[in-house]
């Protein structure tokens, strides 16, 4: 009923930046907080942050300046910058939307399928 699609992975070089995009699509009655998560090699899944339909944002741990996260409402999509890459950064993004669709009074959470992000040296 909702799909989360993933896009703007790919190889990255040192330094380097790469911006994901997540658009929600399908029926859709409002969505409030989208988010991104990270599944590095060999470590666990982690919450990089999160945005509310009014544009506030919270991270998780250290990554606010390097990746700021933005949103466009109209659209239903929610973005992340990711700047001055490292290998560490190497992972597969999600992008999460909580989304209450018609049909139901409370909302539910959605996952994309994920975006793969290589560094590459």
């Known amino acids: 009923q909702v799909q989360l699609v993933e896009s703007g992975g790919g190889l990255v070089q040192p330094g380097g930046s790469l911006r994901l995009s997540c658009a929600a699509s399908g029926s859709i009655y409002r969505i409030y907080d989208m988010g991104w998560y990270r599944q590095a090699p060999g470590k666990q899944f982690e919450l990089i942050g999160s945005?509310?339909?009014?544009?506030?944002?919270t991270w998780a741990g250290s990554l606010r300046d390097r990746f700021p996260i933005s949103r466009d409402n109209a659209k239903n999509a929610v973005y992340l910058q990711m700047n001055n890459l490292t290998p560490e950064d190497t992972a597969v993004y999600y992008c999460?939307?909580?989304?209450?669709?018609?049909?139901?009074?409370?909302?539910?959470?959605?996952w994309g399928r994920g975006t793969q992000v290589t560094f590459s040296s």
């Open positions: 999460n939307a909580v989304v209450r669709i018609p049909a139901r009074e409370s909302a539910m959470p959605y």
């Open positions: 945005i509310t339909g009014n544009g506030e944002t």
